[in-house]
C-alpha cells in the first residue's frame, strides 16, 4: 500500500513525503516494527512514543506519524503530522487490514463487572448453537481451539485486526469482545464494525482517570453508539440510564420489567434454576450474577432467530469461566473459591448469597490506581458481610502497600469487622485456609487468571494465584 493512498484516510497537519514504499503493516510499539512500516508515536500515561522514534527507524521504519512539534527530520523518511495519534493509527489499521469486522458478526460486551463471563457465554452458546465465534478479552483471544495472547482487556486496534483476521481464516463467523472503558477513550475499538452492543452493569472503578461516574458512564456508552443494537440491564440504575438513551434496546433483568427477565428463581445443587418467557434454564453456577450474564447472552441468541428452549438446552453444558468463582478442589472440604473480582459490586455480588452459618475468609488487595474511596469500600462491604478479611498485595505500582492496605482497613473497621494484614500473598494465603475449617470459605480475590504481580510501577513480576494455592495446600 502506497502512502499517498493512506493519507486519503487520515486526517493530518501537515506531510514531509520522502520515500514512496510500499507500506506492509503500523505500530505503536516500536519493538513490533519491521520493515516498511508506519510508526505511529503516541504519547501515553507513562510513556511517549516520540522518544521511541530512533528504535523504529532502526527496525525498519519508513513512515513516522507524530504529534510533537519538535520531531528530528532524517533524509528518506516519511513524517506526516497529525492531531490524534490514536485515530490515525485505528484508521490506517483498519485501513491496511481490510476491515476485518465488516465481514464479522461483532458483538461488544462492556460494564464494570460481568465482562469475562458474558463473553464467555455468548461464545458458548453460539459455538453450541452452530455459529462459530472467537472471544477476545481479559484472558486472551481463543477460537476454533487456539489461544492468542492479549495484553489488554481490549487489545490494541493493531492486535484486534490481526486477530479479526486469523479468525477469519479459520471460517469464525461471529466475535465477541470484552470493551473496557480506557479501550474504547483510547480508541482501541475505533471503526470496529458492531452488530450488538452490551451494557452489564456500572459502579465505581477507574476514578483515576474517568474522575466522575458521568465521565465513566459517557466512556461506556461509546460502544452502544457504535452499535446496530443494543443490550442493556434494566436492574441497573446506569442500564436504565442507557435504555433512555437507547429507546429500542433489548433489556435483561431480575427485578424490573424487561424482555428477558429471570423469574421463579431457585437454588438446585450449587446450580440456578430460573424461567425465561416461560422457558426454564439451569445454570451450573453459583452466583445470582451470573444470571445476569447469562441473560444477555439469552438475550443475543434469541435475537438471532434461536428459540429459547434451544438456547437452554446449549447453556446446560456451560460449566463457567476460569477465575470466575471457580472452586479449587482440596482434601480439606474447604470451599476455596478463585476470583477475578476487584469491585465492592463485585465484592458484594461473591458474598450476598453465602451461608451465614460457614466462617468467610477473603484474601485480597487492591490495585494502586484504584482511589481511597474504592479501598475502603472494599473493607465496608467485607466487614458488612462478615467477611474475615485477610489483606494482602495485589499491585501497588506507584502507591506503597502500607497506604493502600491501611486504607482497605478502615473501611473493615468503619463496620467493625475483622481484619489482619499480611503483607506476602503466599503468607496471606496459608493464613486464611490453615485458620477455616470443613465447609468454611476461602475467596482469593483480585488476581484470577492473571500471572504478573505489579510491585513497582508497572514492572511485571511473576506470579499465579492457582500455583500459589497448590503450594499452601500442599505444605499444610
Same mark, same amino acid.
Given at each position: 500500500?502506497?502512502?499517498?493512498?493512506? #493519507?486519503?484516510?487520515?486526517?493530518?497537519?501537515?506531510?514531509?513525503?520522502?520515500?514512496?514504499?510500499?507500506?506492509?503493516?503500523?505500530?505503536?510499539?516500536?519493538?513490533?516494527?519491521?520493515?516498511?512500516?508506519i510508526?505511529?508515536?503516541?504519547r501515553?500515561?507513562?510513556?511517549?512514543?516520540?522518544?521511541?522514534?530512533?528504535?523504529?527507524?532502526?527496525?525498519?521504519?519508513?513512515?513516522?506519524?507524530?504529534?510533537?512539534?519538535?520531531v528530528?527530520?532524517?533524509?528518506?523518511?516519511?513524517?506526516?503530522?497529525v492531531?490524534?495519534?490514536?485515530?490515525?493509527?485505528?484508521?490506517?489499521s483498519?485501513?491496511?487490514?481490510?476491515?476485518?469486522?465488516k465481514?464479522?458478526?461483532?458483538?461488544?460486551?462492556?460494564?464494570?463487572?460481568?465482562?469475562?463471563?458474558?463473553?464467555?457465554?455468548?461464545?458458548?452458546?453460539?459455538?453450541?448453537l452452530?455459529?462459530?465465534c472467537?472471544?477476545?478479552?481479559?484472558?486472551?483471544?481463543?477460537?476454533?481451539?487456539?489461544?492468542?495472547?492479549?495484553?489488554h482487556?481490549?487489545?490494541?486496534?493493531?492486535?484486534? !485486526?490481526?486477530?479479526?483476521?486469523?479468525?477469519?481464516?479459520?471460517?469464525?463467523?461471529?466475535?465477541?469482545?470484552?470493551?473496557?472503558?480506557?479501550?474504547?477513550?483510547?480508541?482501541?475499538n475505533?471503526?470496529?464494525?458492531?452488530?450488538?452492543?452490551?451494557?452489564?452493569?456500572?459502579?465505581?472503578?477507574?476514578?483515576?482517570?474517568?474522575?466522575?461516574?458521568?465521565?465513566?458512564?459517557?466512556?461506556?456508552?461509546i #460502544?452502544?453508539?457504535?452499535?446496530?443494537?443494543?443490550?442493556?440491564?434494566?436492574?441497573?440504575?446506569?442500564?436504565?440510564?442507557?435504555?433512555?438513551?437507547?429507546?429500542?434496546?433489548?433489556?435483561?433483568?431480575?427485578?424490573?420489567?424487561?424482555?428477558?427477565?429471570?423469574?421463579?428463581?431457585?437454588?438446585?445443587?450449587?446450580?440456578?434454576?430460573?424461567?425465561?418467557?416461560?422457558?426454564?434454564?439451569?445454570?451450573?453456577?453459583?452466583?445470582?450474577?451470573?444470571?445476569? !450474564?447469562?441473560?444477555?447472552?439469552?438475550?443475543?441468541?434469541n435475537?438471532?432467530?434461536?428459540?429459547?428452549?434451544?438456547i437452554s438446552?446449549?447453556?446446560?453444558?456451560?460449566?463457567?469461566?476460569?477465575?470466575?468463582?471457580?472452586?479449587?478442589?482440596?482434601?480439606?472440604?474447604?470451599?476455596?473459591?478463585?476470583?477475578f473480582?476487584?469491585?465492592?459490586?463485585?465484592?458484594?455480588?461473591?458474598?450476598?448469597?453465602?451461608?451465614?452459618?460457614?466462617?468467610?475468609?477473603?484474601?485480597?488487595?487492591?490495585?494502586?490506581?484504584?482511589?481511597?474511596?474504592?479501598?475502603?469500600?472494599?473493607?465496608?462491604?467485607?466487614?458488612?458481610?462478615?467477611?474475615?478479611?485477610?489483606?494482602?498485595?495485589?499491585?501497588?505500582?506507584?502507591?506503597?502497600?502500607? !497506604?493502600?492496605?491501611?486504607?482497605?482497613k478502615?473501611?473493615?473497621?468503619?463496620?467493625?469487622?475483622?481484619?489482619?494484614?499480611?503483607?506476602?500473598?503466599?503468607?496471606?494465603?496459608?493464613?486464611?485456609?490453615?485458620?477455616a475449617?470443613?465447609?468454611?470459605?476461602?475467596?482469593?480475590?483480585?488476581?484470577?487468571?492473571?500471572?504478573?504481580?505489579?510491585?513497582?510501577?508497572?514492572?511485571?513480576?511473576?506470579? !499465579?494465584?492457582?500455583?500459589?494455592?497448590?503450594?499452601?495446600?500442599?505444605?499444610?
Amino acid at each position: 500500500m502506497k502512502i499517498e493512498k493512506i #493519507l486519503k484516510e487520515i486526517s493530518y497537519i501537515s506531510k514531509n513525503i520522502q520515500n514512496d514504499k510500499e507500506i506492509v503493516g503500523v505500530s505503536s510499539n516500536s519493538k513490533e516494527i519491521k520493515k516498511d512500516f508506519i510508526f505511529v508515536a503516541i504519547r501515553g500515561f507513562e510513556f511517549d512514543g516520540h522518544s521511541y522514534i530512533e528504535n523504529a527507524l532502526e527496525n525498519g521504519a519508513s513512515t513516522i506519524v507524530y504529534t510533537n512539534d519538535d520531531v528530528e527530520f532524517k533524509n528518506e523518511i516519511n513524517y506526516i503530522k497529525v492531531e490524534d495519534a490514536r485515530l490515525a493509527l485505528a484508521k490506517i489499521s483498519n485501513f491496511l487490514s481490510d476491515f476485518p469486522s465488516k465481514s464479522l458478526r461483532m458483538i461488544g460486551v462492556t460494564g464494570t463487572n460481568g465482562k469475562t463471563t458474558t463473553a464467555n457465554i455468548v461464545s458458548f452458546l453460539l459455538n453450541k448453537l452452530g455459529e462459530t465465534c472467537a472471544n477476545i478479552g481479559t484472558d486472551g483471544a481463543f477460537f476454533n481451539g487456539k489461544t492468542l495472547p492479549t495484553e489488554h482487556t481490549t487489545p490494541e486496534i493493531t492486535d484486534i !485486526n490481526y486477530i479479526l483476521n486469523e479468525a477469519k481464516k479459520d471460517g469464525i463467523k461471529n466475535v465477541v469482545m470484552e470493551t473496557s472503558s480506557h479501550g474504547l477513550c483510547l480508541k482501541r475499538n475505533y471503526g470496529i464494525a458492531y452488530e450488538y452492543g452490551v451494557f452489564t452493569n456500572l459502579s465505581p472503578e477507574h476514578m483515576d482517570y474517568h474522575k466522575t461516574m458521568d465521565n465513566y458512564f459517557k466512556a461506556k456508552m461509546i #460502544l452502544l453508539n457504535h452499535s446496530k443494537k443494543q443490550v442493556v440491564n434494566l436492574d441497573d440504575d446506569y442500564g436504565k440510564k442507557a435504555k433512555e438513551i437507547f429507546k429500542d434496546a433489548l433489556t435483561i433483568s431480575i427485578n424490573e420489567d424487561s424482555n428477558y427477565k429471570a423469574e421463579n428463581i431457585k437454588r438446585v445443587d450449587m446450580g440456578l434454576e430460573f424461567f425465561v418467557n416461560g422457558v426454564k434454564f439451569h445454570l451450573k453456577r453459583f452466583g445470582m450474577y451470573d444470571i445476569y !450474564n447469562s441473560l444477555c447472552a439469552i438475550a443475543i441468541a434469541n435475537d438471532l432467530g434461536f428459540k429459547l428452549e434451544e438456547i437452554s438446552k446449549a447453556l446446560e453444558g456451560f460449566k463457567g469461566v476460569k477465575s470466575r468463582f471457580e472452586f479449587i478442589e482440596n482434601d480439606l472440604g474447604i470451599n476455596i473459591v478463585v476470583d477475578f473480582a476487584h469491585t465492592t459490586t463485585s465484592f458484594e455480588s461473591l458474598y450476598k448469597d453465602l451461608p451465614k452459618d460457614r466462617k468467610k475468609f477473603a484474601v485480597y488487595g487492591i490495585s494502586g490506581d484504584r482511589t481511597p474511596d474504592i479501598r475502603r469500600g472494599l473493607g465496608r462491604i467485607s466487614a458488612k458481610y462478615d467477611i474475615f478479611s485477610v489483606i494482602t498485595t495485589d499491585d501497588p505500582k506507584f502507591d506503597t502497600f502500607e !497506604n493502600i492496605s491501611n486504607q482497605i482497613k478502615e473501611g473493615v473497621e468503619e463496620n467493625n469487622g475483622e481484619c489482619i494484614i499480611i503483607r506476602n500473598r503466599k503468607e496471606a494465603i496459608k493464613y486464611a485456609i490453615s485458620h477455616a475449617k470443613k465447609g468454611d470459605f476461602v475467596f482469593m480475590l483480585g488476581k484470577g487468571e492473571e500471572d504478573f504481580l505489579k510491585l513497582k510501577a508497572n514492572i511485571k513480576t511473576y506470579y !499465579n494465584e492457582k500455583e500459589t494455592i497448590r503450594e499452601v495446600l500442599e505444605e499444610l
